[in-house]
Every structure is written in structure tokens, then in C-alpha cells.
């Protein structure tokens, strides 16, 4: 027991250092100094950047254009099961067989003894159930009952082909006129320019009802309708811009994203109550789009090229109307010029200084150079180099200018720009100003969150 107090006499023990010392403190110091800066940046404003480049806004004017026709409907004059042997789309003469409807209710089969499709039929067939394959979405299931349409539209015209001792057409319905045959009703057949609304183009709306379908029909049923003219109308709603930008235009060129097909027609603007609509007169090619009740067509417009630049990167700002004669070229950069100014103390005193300015444009033919109104005053007064002659500065030496905050530098400078043709989103600038803009400068996207000589982070 003795031994073993003696042995514990012995421990020695751990030496404790204060809590504060200089290393604690420093990292204190690191630490604070990380808080503040994450706080900085996540509650101060970051200004995004946008680089110029050169373009034109011809990629924003494309439609779903309504298309109306001359169209004629044709109804069963008796009841019974319907065959149909004219293909879709086709143009048939007057009084040939689009379709047959047996009374007794039931069609004779048709008989396929020694008959193989030729590599026509083949191809065609092909080409409908690849096309449905590839345009295939699951929002718009009414291109199944296209393609099944256009399948049987096929093999009518298969059946139609074989020997007549293989096939009884009975109770032929023979066309009233000659025209392009249509499968389908869709409650357009009757609309006209002056009907139309822009609810009409919500194509979430649009119902097509299929005829192919239907085994059997009822006396006065609509069997398949004919588009009896050649001459055929697009119409597509129109803004107040695009309406402004095509007055008195009286042709216009277009593409059918459909088959990248460009044409030029006739173009008028019509106005129904507070809505307008375009009206394209086509006198040619039914036979292309003659299925197609909506078709999504581009106008080719001439817009015009320069910097293509965001609407929201555009401000307005107030300079000052210098004189030619007032001003101090520099010689090493254009964009800058020195004036001698007088300015004017409270007690009445005066002192003279030169200040340096950058030009934000200059008006070759008025010789006059804009100067940013921060730097001078009302009352301030420019002299002349080496003459007596001066000026005052005064609310009528302002001038308002559009532009935009180039960064290129890491601060905000304001450019003059000159729109030359606008949208909503974007606008196209002239490039051949010294002052103004050029491809590949990077400007402040958003002009509210910025403004002149303010360091960009």
C-alpha cells in the first residue's frame, strides 16, 4: 500500500496552456473575415455580363397558320357500310367514285387471288408509318388516326387497281365536282376572315374528326368533303409591332417548315374588332398542304444586320452639349477629350481646373461633343484654350441618349446606341460608330443594376 502511494507520488501532471492565445485569436480573425465576405457577396447585387454579337431577329416570326379553302361537303344520300377507294389529298374529276355505300349493310370482299403490291405500293406504305413513327408525340394521338387513314387510303388504291371480276361496287357516291378529296371535318369548313378569332389558333382546342373511321353511315352523314379551288388563304394572328412593321406591305415572303418550301404572296393585314391577323393568298401548290388544316410557316423578312443586344441592356442617360471649340483633343484616343472649366465657390470666388471626359458621341454636323453630366454642373462655365471666349452650362445644353454600360474594362462606360429594328426581347444596333459599340463587347445585361464608372465585380 505504501509502495503503490509512493509510485502515484511520482504522476506528473499535464500542463495546461491558456484557452486564448495567438494562433486562436488569428483563426478568430480568418474566420470573422470569411463570415463577412459570403455575407457581402450573397446580399450584393451581382451584375451578369452579355456579350455583343452580330445578328439579325429574322428567327422570331414563325406561326401556326390557319389555312381556309373553298371546301364542299359531301353527305351519304342513304344508309349502309361505307368503302372508300379515292386516296387523300388526291384531286379527282367530277363524277368520278370516291366511295360506294352498300344497303344491305355488309361489303362484298374484296378477293386478292395472285395479287402481290409492286414496289409503289411498297414505298408508300413505308413512308406513312415511318413519317408516324417519327412525328410520333403522345399530345397529339390524332396522327394515329392519320396514319391509319393514310394506310387505307393506300390499299384503295390497290383495290381500285385489281381486275374488275374481283371486286362489286355497289351504290357508287361519284364526286359533285372536281377538287382534292378530304377524310375529315373539323368545324372550319364554314369559318371566313371575318369570323376569325385568336382563340381559334390554340391548337390544344383543335379536334379533327376522322371519316376513314367510320364502318357504316346514316343517310345525311358527312362522308368526305372536296377543297374545290385552287386558291387557298393563310391567316396568322399578329401584335401590334409586326402590324406597325407590315403596314402597307403588299407581298410577303414565307417558308413551310413542313417541307422548307419558300414562297412570295400576296399579304394583306385585316382587323377584326381590337385583333389583327395576317392574310396570305396562295394561288398554288393545294395539293403540297391540302391535309393540313394548321401549318407552321416562318416570314423570311428583311430585317436588318447589325449588334443584336438584350432589350433589358438598354438606359437612358442625360449628357452635356459641349461645342467643337470648347474641347481639347486628345491625340492618343478618340474617346476621350480634356475641357477647362470654371467653377464658382460659395463666397463668390472662382477656380479654374481641366477635366477629363469620355465622348459618348459627337455630332460631326453641329459639331457638338456628349460629355457625362455627372462631371460638370449647372453654372459651371467652359472656356475656350487660349481665349476669353466662355460658356455657361445650362438645363438647355442636356441631351438625353440610349445606350448601354460597356464593361470591357471592369467598369461601367456608357455607349450610345442607335436601334435599328426591334422585338420584345432584343434590338439590332448600328456598329459604325467610334463611340458606340462593337462585336464581342461585353455589356451589362440587366442596365437598371449598374450605372456609369461602377466597378464590375
Not at 62 to 81: D, F, I, P
Not at 190 to 218: C, G, H, I
Amino acid at each position: 500500500m505504501a509502495l503503490f502511494d509512493k509510485k502515484n507520488s511520482k504522476v506528473a501532471k499535464y500542463r495546461k496552456y491558456p484557452y486564448l492565445n495567438i494562433g486562436t485569436l488569428l483563426y478568430g480573425i480568418v474566420f470573422i473575415y470569411m463570415v463577412v465576405c459570403i455575407v457581402l457577396y450573397l446580399t450584393e447585387t451581382h451584375i451578369k455580363p452579355y456579350e455583343v454579337v452580330r445578328g439579325n431577329l429574322s428567327g422570331n416570326f414563325r406561326y401556326q397558320a390557319l389555312s381556309l379553302r373553298t371546301e364542299e361537303v359531301v353527305r351519304a344520300s342513304q344508309s349502309g357500310s361505307i368503302r372508300y377507294y379515292a386516296r387523300e389529298g388526291s384531286r379527282v374529276s367530277a363524277d368520278s367514285t370516291v366511295c360506294s355505300v352498300n344497303e344491305s349493310g355488309s361489303l362484298d370482299p374484296v378477293v386478292y387471288e395472285d395479287f402481290e403490291p409492286n414496289d409503289r405500293d411498297i414505298e408508300r406504305l413505308h413512308s406513312v408509318m415511318s413519317g408516324f413513327v417519327t412525328d410520333f408525340s403522345e399530345t397529339s394521338f390524332q396522327r394515329t388516326y392519320e396514319m391509319k387513314a393514310g394506310v387505307e387510303s393506300i390499299l384503295a388504291d390497290m383495290t381500285k387497281n385489281l381486275d374488275t371480276d374481283y371486286i362489286n361496287v355497289q351504290n357508287r357516291c361519284n364526286a359533285p365536282d372536281s377538287g382534292f378529296v378530304i377524310y375529315g371535318i373539323d368545324g372550319f369548313e364554314e369559318v371566313s376572315a371575318a369570323s376569325l378569332t385568336k382563340d381559334m389558333f390554340d391548337l390544344n382546342n383543335y379536334k379533327l374528326e376522322s371519316l376513314r373511321t367510320n364502318k357504316r353511315v346514316t343517310a345525311g352523314d358527312v362522308i368526305y368533303k372536296l377543297i374545290t379551288e385552287e386558291e387557298w388563304r393563310l391567316y396568322f394572328p399578329m401584335d401590334n409591332n409586326l402590324v406597325t412593321e407590315l403596314t402597307g406591305q403588299e407581298s410577303i415572303r414565307l417558308r413551310f417548315l413542313k417541307d422548307n418550301q419558300t414562297f412570295t404572296a400576296p399579304f394583306s393585314i385585316i382587323r377584326n374588332g381590337a385583333e389583327s391577323f395576317g392574310e396570305i393568298v396562295m394561288n398554288n401548290s393545294l395539293v403540297r398542304y391540302a391535309t393540313d388544316r394548321f401549318l407552321e410557316i416562318e416570314l423570311v423578312l428583311n430585317r436588318k444586320e447589325g449588334l443584336k443586344i438584350p432589350v433589358s441592356a438598354i438606359v437612358d442617360k442625360e449628357f452635356y452639349n459641349i461645342p467643337e471649340e470648347f474641347v481639347i483633343v486628345n491625340k492618343d484616343t478618340e474617346k476621350e477629350v480634356t475641357l477647362k472649366v470654371e467653377r464658382f465657390r460659395s463666397d463668390g470666388s472662382s477656380e479654374t481646373s481641366y477635366v477629363t471626359a469620355n465622348v459618348y458621341s459627337y455630332d460631326e454636323e453641329n459639331g457638338v461633343y456628349l460629355i457625362n453630366k455627372s462631371l460638370l454642373k449647372e453654372g459651371d462655365c467652359i472656356l475656350q484654350e487660349n481665349s476669353a471666349k466662355r460658356q455657361e452650362l445650362t438645363d438647355n445644353d442636356v441631351t438625353l441618349l440610349h445606350g448601354v454600360y460597356n464593361i470591357n474594362k471592369g467598369y461601367a462606360v456608357f455607349r450610345e446606341i442607335t436601334v435599328i429594328d426591334q422585338n420584345e426581347e432584343y434590338c439590332i444596333v448600328e456598329s459604325n460608330n467610334i463611340y458606340g459599340l462593337s462585336a464581342n463587347d461585353y455589356i451589362v445585361l440587366n442596365a437598371s443594376e449598374a450605372d456609369v464608372d461602377q466597378i464590375i465585380n
